[in-house]
């Protein structure tokens, strides 16, 4: 058994066997063989063999001819680890003693090997492990053939493990059979973090180098609630987990009444409950759960993966699947947030030292006035259709809101002469996220009709750490006290200008979170749509005094440490059934 | 090892690695090589580890730098030709025909 540490990105519990997607994209169909197969199945590893034995003298024949003798030699070395004595007996053992598959069996092996190696502090055995990759990879493709499976053509659940997925890998791959992602790279906003909220399976990312570690088939757990990621459990953490996952399917199942009636404290006063979106299906989670509307429509996915920028149209079908979906509840699309963790392939600049302080999000809207232009133009129009809002993200300074709104003025005058319908009142709002914009914040309000507080990046700008540094990320938490205090002023300012204010990011979305936002005086919350239930489920269950005196001590405390635990004492009184593990 | 090999002659040399790439590489897969010419069973100790001297795996794990004592082991009708043509590689740093070569 081994535990591995990452970043988690998206909450839950799975368990199953891994698909490990190297860069070619082999998978290993499955782990164990027939006991009458197993004559046979060692005849195809031998087969195997063979053949790369064939394909290596091939390879050091050319490379003899172009480049000499000296070049060629490394061949020589792949040839006597291929036909080395101990990994074929380690081979031939698994199949004939474990049932295991010639798949299965030369990957574990191998792998065994190239870790041996790594660990040796010897930069000439560190290559070697490169080699024995390449061994790997070279028997797997003799051994599958033609029965090589393309990754998409899934039949059976698996926890996808890769270095960094690709938003085209991550689009072939069939969303049926995806039981959860873990990657090597990547943090919070990272593509992967995206697709797996979007599936609501866990995911786990920046694990670090790991790969080489796991074969296709073995039994993985993923805990997208703490970024562990554990590798051939041993049996009691498996029955643990799997508890757990018997656990959460049970609260769900308890959860799924509270659909239809709606977030109401105990003393009758009215929460509001969005879903956080970013893809139109999910639009499906936010009514399964009888959200009041979307809270945040991210929109960046529509720059991600696709060759040039998205036409009007592109942006306007997209943004009608929704709109037409909620009816008349709200759905509040965010302008394009691009930058830094979420950079469209052809936006990439090299030069940015310090990218969450660099052109990104409503910078680089004000500097690309077409791109920008093109994004309001679909607002604009889909607002005919439905209860539409406009929100920009990372706002700054007022100055930089009076640009964004003067850009959304100049669109509606060019719809208004094309006769193009459009809601003429459309609610203008702001992402609260950055300090600036909170101490500054009674200027911004009387130009505004609702503000969003962003906690990601407040949390991060606020306590100046990068949650997807690994160094760092444990110094990223959103209980801190100063993080509190601006929320606090955000809120104080949204009621004296009589402004709704909500609350999205992901503090929102966690149970911890709730009493102490409704005790700040909050009435709104945009969450990802798999936790509406359980945050109503809080809501049902406190009254706004009780909240708000958890939320005056919290204030009062010097850390976050000190926080977490009040507000975790407070949630447990209030629900005093145990919690989901 | 099989059961009647065990009743085969059995002769140990003790060697020093003196080139500059230890068992690695090239070097490895030249002692592999040779190692498999005889039908003696080979193994190579180094501080107590002790891996088959006919797999190029195993004597990787070894990691063997430039200065490292081993036991060269074999076991079999041949075991005295195969440790002295072992022990005489090593030895010689390697040196093959393309090598310049350090002997003493």
Not at chain 1, 526 to 553: D, G, L, M, Y
Request: hydrophobic content about 40%; charged content about 30%; proline content about 4%.
């Amino acid at each position: 058994m081994q535990k591995l540490q990452g970043i988690p990105v998206s909450p839950g519990v799975a368990i199953g066997e891994a698909l490990v997607m190297g860069s070619e994209g082999f998978r290993i169909p499955r782990r164990f063989v027939e006991r009458d197969a197993v004559e046979a199945e060692l005849e195809r590893f031998e087969k195997a063999v063979q053949a790369s034995k064939e394909e290596i003298l091939r390879n050091r024949e050319q490379v003899r001819e172009k480049l000499g003798d000296e070049y060629a030699a490394i061949f020589d070395a792949h040839l006597q680890m291929l036909l080395d004595r101990r990994l074929h007996d380690e081979v031939v053992e698994m199949i004939r003693d474990r049932h295991y598959s010639p798949e299965y069996a030369v990957s574990r092996v191998l792998r065994r090997y190239a870790k041996v190696f790594e660990s040796l502090e010897n930069s000439h055995l560190a290559e070697r492990a490169n080699d024995i990759v390449d061994i790997e990879r070279r028997l797997l493709r003799n051994l599958l053939g033609r029965r090589r499976e393309e990754i998409g053509q899934l039949t059976s659940p698996v926890l996808v493990l890769a270095h960094n997925l690709t938003p085209s890998e991550t689009a072939a791959l069939d969303p049926r059979f995806v039981r959860g992602f873990v990657t090597e790279v990547g943090g919070a906003g990272s593509h992967t973090a995206i697709v797996a909220g979007a599936l609501e399976i866990p995911a786990v990312v920046g694990m670090g180098p790991f790969l080489r570690e796991v074969s296709g088939g073995d039994l993985v757990i993923i805990d997208g609630d703490r970024g562990e990621v554990i590798l051939q459990p041993d049996e009691a953490t498996l029955e643990h987990y799997q508890r757990a996952v018997e656990a959460n399917r049970s609260l769900a199942e308890q959860l799924a009444h509270l659909r239809d009636v709606s977030a109401e404290t105990a003393d009758g006063v009215r929460i509001e409950l969005f879903g956080n979106i970013e893809f139109p299906h999910e639009v499906q989670h936010c009514l399964d759960r009888g959200a009041d509307g979307v809270g945040l429509y991210r929109t960046e996915f529509l720059y991600m993966g696709t060759e040039g920028e998205p036409d009007e149209q592109v942006h306007f079908e997209a943004y009608r699947r929704v709109v037409e979906a909620m009816g008349d509840r709200p759905v509040v699309i965010r302008t394009f947030d691009l930058g830094a963790d979420k950079v469209a392939t052809s936006w990439r600049r090299e030069d940015e030292r310090n990218p969450f302080l660099g052109l990104r999000s409503i910078r680089m809207a004000l500097r690309n006035l077409e791109l920008f232009r093109t994004q309001l133009r679909a607002i604009l129009r889909v607002s005919a259709l439905g209860n539409v809002r406009i929100m920009f993200p990372l706002i700054s300074t007022v100055i930089e809101l009076r640009q964004a709104k003067m850009v959304l003025a100049d669109v509606m005058e060019d719809l208004e002469e094309s006769h193009i319908d459009f809601d003429r009142q459309i609610p203008v709002g702001m992402m609260v996220e950055v300090p600036s914009a909170v101490m500054m914040i009674d200027h911004f309000m009387p130009e505004l009709d609702f503000v969003s507080v962003g906690t990601n990046d407040l949390v991060q700008y606020t306590l100046a750490v990068d949650r997807d540094n690994k160094e760092v990320a444990s110094l990223y938490n959103a209980a801190d006290p100063a993080v509190l205090k601006l929320i606090d002023m955000a809120v104080q300012s949204a009621r004296r200008f009589k402004k709704p204010i909500n609350v999205c990011g992901q503090m929102s979305s966690s149970t911890m979170f709730t009493m102490l936002l409704l005790g700040l005086g909050l009435r709104s919350l945009s969450v990802i749509p798999a936790a509406i239930p359980e945050i109503k489920r809080v809501c049902r269950s406190v009254s706004i005094p009780q909240c708000e005196e958890v939320a005056a001590r919290a204030l009062t405390l010097e850390n976050a440490r000190d926080v977490e635990t009040l507000l975790k004492e407070e949630l447990k009184k209030a629900l005093p059934e145990p919690e989901a593990a | 090892m099989n059961v009647s090999m065990m009743s085969q002659p059995s002769v140990t040399r003790k060697v020093v690695i003196c080139n500059e790439q230890g068992l690695h590489a090239r070097p490895a897969e030249l002692f592999i090589r040779l190692a498999n010419t005889f039908e003696s069973d080979i193994s190579v100790v180094k501080d107590g580890q002790r891996v088959d001297g006919k797999s190029m795996l195993e004597i990787f794990t070894l990691a063997a730098g430039k200065g490292t004592e081993l036991s060269i082991e074999a076991r079999g009708p041949d075991a005295q030709q195969a440790a002295d043509a072992l022990g005489k590689l090593v030895e010689s740093g390697f040196a093959d025909d393309t090598t310049s070569g350090d002997e003493e």
